[in-house]
């Protein structure tokens, strides 16, 4: 390893060459060394176009086409080791040398300009360069256009399953119950709400059955009567539950929804919003609901992702876990996921909900994995550019579009169809992933590129 008097003495050689008279016959700047550090080990002159191959061995560049069009072998002359890619002329060395030897550098730019065999031997030597880097290209476009294929395929193959779930009516039809007020519920529509409560709640559905309990008579039970015949809830814990969705239907006046499409019915513009805006802007989004959607939608939503450590099971498909405050635990996970991975706070929650919506939420975890993959390329091309200085103000540009977009949704929903709403649910809801599979190839495709 050289020390640093030596790299001192060879910038202060590069911005003032000494001339070989001034030179004493024992400098280590004289004439002799300076050729013999700066010359071929192909022809022993002074190197013109130096090209530096892998191994660190350099050679003129018309010295190295003459032995590439020769034996037609990607090594080196002198070690003999392989060398990979195009090989690339050294500027900085050539600079260096043309300063330093001027006069033969010129000289021998002349040779080579008035050979004719040389220039032959360049331009093949060039051309090879050329188709190799067209064929690296190809394979690139290859890979993209292969990437491409699949795209189509994903998304032909979705379609075909939509219209088949569709078709089939394994997409259910949003039940009645989620708009038709509770008053107005026959005894069979109160039987299906009570088995939506849980599997524990099956072991009161003759009951309720043999009652003929419509909606009017629903409203007016209390803890008193489902204690005492003909209902016989005797466990304390399973009134509860009851009595607590009672207490919803009251303040509603209609089922809450138990499934994505029930929500969606019942809240068309807050779903479309939400599957946009947690798209785009996961962080902001949570932080909106954490403002003014706190009991509704946000404290479901952390119990979900970031669920107690001792849970009590026995008010299972109750709203009692959903309501209660976060403890510092839930929190401390939720926050470092929030700032870290806010998709995979998605992800899991899609995850909790795989028995109700199989395919879609797959749909939903596979786009949040590339939403976190995109995420982390941006942030790594942020990191290595010197766009870090402008972070604040693309963070800015970034709220300020997120809230424009906001209020111009706000603005615009009403006058909005629902056959267009439907289309642009569906659309971010199946189609998004397959979009992102395409970024995502494009963004590995570019920084392998960029190694290269």
């Not at 050294?90 to 260096?96: S, T, Y």
């Not at 803890?223 to 466990?235: F, G, R, T």
Request: hydrophobic share 40%; charged share 20%; with cysteine.
């Amino acid at each position: 390893m050289e020390d640093d008097s030596s790299h001192d003495a060879f910038r202060t050689l590069m911005d003032d060459p000494p001339q070989p008279s001034e030179l004493p016959l024992s400098s280590p700047f004289s004439s002799k060394p300076l050729e013999h550090e700066f010359s071929c080990h192909c022809c022993y002159n002074i190197l013109v176009n130096p090209t530096t191959l892998t191994c660190g061995h350099n050679f003129c560049r018309h010295c190295l086409a003459l032995w590439w069009e020769s034996s037609h072998k990607n090594e080196c002359l002198e070690c003999r080791e392989k060398w990979e890619g195009f090989p690339k002329i050294n500027i900085l060395l050539r600079d260096a040398i043309e300063k330093l030897f001027s006069d033969v550098v010129q000289r021998r730019q002349a040779e080579i300009q008035a050979d004719p065999k040389i220039l032959h031997s360049l331009l093949a030597f060039q051309r090879y360069g050329d188709n190799l880097g067209r064929s690296r290209t190809n394979q690139h476009k290859g890979a993209g256009f292969f990437f491409s294929g699949v795209l189509v395929a994903l998304t032909c193959v979705t379609v075909m399953v939509l219209v088949y779930h569709w078709s089939t009516g394994v997409v259910e039809q949003h039940e009645l119950l989620i708009s038709k007020p509770v008053s107005r519920w026959t005894s069979e529509e109160v039987t299906s709400w009570l088995e939506l409560l849980g599997p524990w709640a099956q072991l009161y559905r003759n009951s309720f059955q043999q009652e003929n309990v419509n909606g009017r008579l629903l409203l007016m039970l209390g803890d008193e009567e489902l204690s005492k015949p003909p209902y016989n809830i005797e466990n304390q814990t399973h009134r509860r539950a009851v009595l607590a969705e009672l207490d919803r239907l009251k303040e509603l006046g209609v089922k809450p929804p138990q499934n994505l499409w029930e929500y969606k019915a019942a809240n068309a513009g807050k779903s479309l919003f939400l599957l946009y805006a947690l798209k785009n802007s996961p962080r902001l989004t949570l932080f909106y609901l954490y403002l003014f959607d706190y009991s509704e939608t946000f404290l479901p939503f952390l119990h979900t992702c970031c669920p107690a450590i001792t849970i009590d099971e026995s008010v299972e498909g109750s709203f009692f876990s959903t309501q209660l405050e976060p403890s510092w635990q839930q929190w401390a996970e939720f926050l470092v996921k929030y700032f870290l991975l806010p998709y995979q706070l998605i992800a899991e929650f899609a995850w909790d909900w795989l028995s109700v919506h199989y395919w879609t939420s797959r749909f939903i975890i596979v786009n949040a994995m590339l939403l976190s993959v995109l995420e982390g390329c941006a942030l790594w091309r942020l990191s290595t550019t010197a766009r870090i200085r402008t972070l604040p103000h693309m963070m800015w540009n970034h709220l300020w579009k997120m809230l424009s977009q906001g209020f111009a949704f706000a603005a615009l929903w009403p006058f909005v169809p629902q056959f267009v709403c439907n289309c642009l649910f569906y659309w971010a809801l199946y189609f998004s992933p397959i979009i992102n599979i395409d970024l995502v190839v494009q963004q590995l495709t570019r920084a392998d590129t960029q190694a290269l």
